[in-house]
């Protein structure tokens, strides 16, 4: 188990690597430099901050140095923000966005595995149909019209919560509610299939011929199995999440992960670019990693490292 | 001997988009204590349905019982409500299944699936259920049963999975055991085995087992008395010795004369010709009659009644009737059953 994991973890390293390289040079290929929005500077200074930020160098020279500072885990200054290390500005803007990823993924993966467990359990009824619905409606539209929605009804209106911003956990709420949507749907729709399948089986016969109740044969033998297909989505979808979206985080103003990097892309912001998708990367190799072992966890047949004796 | 179960009557139809199939129409029969009844019949003859009725888990809403009783120690199961009959299942009337393979659940320990029924009907507290089912796990032949209850389904064979399925049937003594081709999905090997075993736990607790089988071999090797059927119906019924020594029915003669045998000196397997009817429309008289080359006329018209034949042996077939034409069975079937009275029933 141990040589398993530390197996991984060099696995993910080597990813990282190639990852860092890839766009490194993507990014050089891009047309610009950092400082074509500041037609302020004359053509002098121009030259003096290419030249402390190391820019003149040929490419595979700046590729070496990149590297050399990223093993010391420097990711460098930001060319946009008045001279703060990258590394600040990530877990800056990260805290925000995890939060809400991490509150919708939660929240929305509980209601989601209930409305397919209540859809499977009243299979072809009124209850199926109608998580179904809810089901196709989270999945078919974008969370930003859900957004717009929330805001008018609890904000506007009710002024229960606040319309944007970012500050104490009624902050949270409204963006919360907009991201789980899509888990929550996704969730319900596996849990449903698979449930409806699970309950079919051979093994829940014999639960049932076992004189077992109907709960105890629900959350016992069914929920278990039917789980096993769900985590292989929750780990892309809670990347996804807690990286941020770039949408939600516009539309509730909240300083968060996403808008960084939509920014830092529009800026040329070379060294946040780079900050910020190796900072992805390295989450979703880590969660890959934890969705491996998870599985272990739920379905003994593919523990790793098993004592089969 | 004192009757463990009767089934009267017995109707039950299944609802479907294009009608009502009638899969099971008005089978009669009974089981003794301790005795083990083979049902008998190809697949679709409503074998596996009438067992499900019996343990109260027809697929609902789809199945409906039409009529009859199934009384179990005097006690009519049709009537019971479902959580009565949770009570009854694995309690007093237990089943294995089929396919071994799927009918454990895989994320779950054997020995969790064993104490399941012993702490939900003996009220066991989990220290006594364990050691319960480490002794049924040694009882049913699994070595080293104290470290196997601790391990998952997939860590055990097909022929082990199969003998955790009997343990499970057999944690609280049930006074009835069902089991549905219990040795189809093994190797041939690993099926004498099993049948072996469930000779040997017969013994041992005296139980009473219905035991469902396309395989005559099967039957002959552990039934006391055999029920066969056809299309939804019991078409003859009677002992090991009745029914292989004596067999009255031209479908039994079909299905003795398909019997695959080491010694058969015939180039040619007997098959019964044509297919099973469709049981959305039974067809009238005598459903085997299309497929029956000594077919009476009235077996289009009218349905035969069950003649006896002895205080054990009961067969439907208009052939019994005594204005019916003398017909012996075919010349293939007789020399099986002259087989079967030399070696002793065995194939």
């Given at each position: 188990m141990v040589r398993y994991v530390l197996r991984r973890v060099v696995y993910m390293l080597i990813t990282l690597f190639i990852i860092a390289t890839l766009s490194f040079f993507l990014m050089k290929m891009l047309p610009g430099s950092p400082l074509n929005a500041e037609d302020k500077l004359s053509e002098e200074q121009k030259q003096i901050v290419l030249e402390k930020y190391g820019l003149n160098d040929p490419v595979p020279v700046q590729y070496v140095n990149y590297l050399a500072g990223l093993v010391k885990g420097d990711l460098g200054i930001s060319?946009?923000?008045?001279?703060?290390?990258v590394t600040d500005i990530l877990m800056d803007r990260i805290g925000p966005s995890a939060q809400l990823g991490a509150q919708a993924l939660v929240v929305g993966t509980i209601l989601g595995v209930l409305l397919g467990l209540i859809a499977a359990v009243f299979h072809n009824g009124f209850l199926d149909y109608t998580s179904t619905i809810i089901a196709v409606i989270g999945t078919s539209i974008p969370n930003f019209v859900f957004a717009g929605i929330l805001q008018y009804f609890f904000a506007s209106e009710l002024q229960w919560f606040p319309v944007a911003l970012w500050g104490d956990f009624k902050h949270t709420v409204l963006p919360t509610m907009a991201l789980m949507i899509f888990p929550m749907a996704t969730a319900a729709r596996f849990v449903r299939t698979e449930m409806v399948e699970v309950m079919g089986s051979n093994y829940i016969k014999t639960a049932r011929a076992k004189g077992i109740g109907e709960v105890g044969i629900v959350f016992k033998h069914g929920l278990r199995n039917a789980l096993i297909p769900l985590i292989t989505v929750i780990g892309p979808m809670a990347v996804s999440l807690m990286t941020g979206s770039m949408v939600i985080e516009q539309i509730f103003a909240i300083p968060g992960i996403g808008e960084q990097f939509v920014n830092s892309v529009i800026m040329n912001d070379y060294p946040t670019i780079m900050g910020t998708t190796l900072l992805f990367a390295a989450l979703f190799v880590a969660i890959i990693l934890i969705i491996d072992l998870l599985y272990g966890l739920i379905d003994p047949r593919i523990r790793i490292g098993g004592n089969n004796s | 001997m004192s009757k463990l179960l009767e089934v009267k009557d017995l109707r039950v139809s299944f609802h479907t988009y294009n009608g009502e199939v009638q899969a099971v129409r008005g089978v009669n029969f009974h089981v003794n204590k301790g005795e083990t009844l083979a049902i008998v019949g190809e697949s679709g003859s409503g074998k596996s349905v009438t067992t499900s009725a019996i343990m109260g888990l027809l697929p609902k809403p789809q199945a409906e019982i039409k009529s009859g009783q199934i009384l179990f120690e005097g006690e009519d199961l049709v009537k019971k409500s479902n959580k009565e009959m949770q009570k009854i299942r694995g309690a007093d009337i237990s089943m294995v299944f089929q396919d071994p393979m799927t009918s454990l659940n895989p994320t779950m320990k054997v020995g969790n699936q064993i104490m399941e029924g012993l702490i939900k009907h003996q009220g066991l507290s989990r220290t006594e259920a364990r050691k319960k089912a480490v002794e049924l796990l040694d009882q049913v032949g699994i070595p080293h049963p104290e470290v196997r209850i601790n391990q998952y389904p997939h860590q055990f064979s097909g022929g082990m999975r199969q003998r955790v399925v009997i343990a499970i049937a057999l944690a609280c003594n049930p006074k009835l055991l069902i089991a549905d081709e219990p040795t189809t999905a093994l190797d041939v090997t690993i099926q004498a085995q099993i049948l072996e075993l469930m000779k040997d736990i017969q013994k041992q607790t005296e139980s009473a087992i219905i035991f469902i089988t396309h395989d005559l071999g099967v039957v002959a090797n552990v039934a006391d008395r055999v029920a066969v059927m056809y299309a939804g119906k019991i078409v003859e019924m009677g002992t090991v010795d009745d029914i292989f020594y004596d067999p009255r029915h031209p479908y039994t003669w079909g299905l003795l004369g398909s019997m695959p045998t080491l010694d058969s000196e015939e180039e040619e397997l007997y098959a019964i010709p044509g297919s099973p009817p469709d049981m959305l429309n039974p067809p009238k008289g005598d459903a085997f009659a299309p497929r029956?080359?000594?077919?009476?006329?009235?077996d289009l018209v009218k349905e035969p009644p069950m003649f006896q034949i002895s205080d054990t042996h009961y067969a439907a077939t208009w052939l019994l009737h005594e204005h019916a034409p003398k017909i012996e069975p075919p010349a293939s079937v007789k020399k099986r059953m002259e087989g079967f009275a030399k070696t002793g029933g065995k194939a």
């Open positions: 060319f946009a923000f008045s001279n703060t290390p | 029956n080359k000594f077919a009476l006329e009235i």
